[in-house]
Nanobody, 125 residues
Framework: QVQLVESGGGLVQAGDSLRLSCAAS????????MTWFRQAPGKEREFVTG????????ISADSVKDRFTISRDSAKNTVYLQMNSLKPEDTAVYYCAVSTRYNSDLRSRARYDYWGQGTQVTVSS
């Protein structure tokens, strides 16, 4: 079984920065894409930003693309989410997800095979 463990969440003020990590461990599986989603209370889980592993191409939601950056460390099987200029509306549980096969739409939750437990990010005003 593959395990994804998110870390780096916490309580910050609006305008602050935070970096989340997602480390993969356990059974080795092919990686097509690693992606960040988030879920705020009372809302559905939504796409934030993702990366196709081989090409390192990125796609981001319009709400975060000027502020958030996804990056990777292949040797550590880890992806990061650098979040700058945080806003209260960024408050959510952030989840890491992995697609093991071709994924034509990184925005779709249905395309992912493994999920982490999430890490809480709270941005105060």
């Amino acid at each position: 079984q593959v395990q994804l463990v998110e870390s780096g969440g916490g309580l910050v003020q609006a305008g602050d920065s935070l970096r989340l990590s997602c480390a993969a461990s356990g059974r080795t599986v092919p990686t097509y894409a690693m992606t960040w989603f988030r879920q705020a209370p009372g809302k559905e889980r939504e796409f934030v930003t993702g990366m196709r592993w081989t090409s390192a191409s990125r796609i981001s939601a319009d709400s975060v693309k000027d502020r958030f950056t996804i990056s990777r460390d292949s040797a550590k099987n880890t992806v990061y989410l650098q979040m700058n200029s945080l806003k209260p509306e960024d408050t959510a549980v952030y989840y890491c997800a992995v697609s093991t096969r071709y994924n034509s739409d990184l925005r779709s939750r249905a395309r992912y095979d493994y999920w982490g437990q999430g890490t809480q990010v709270t941005v105060s005003s």
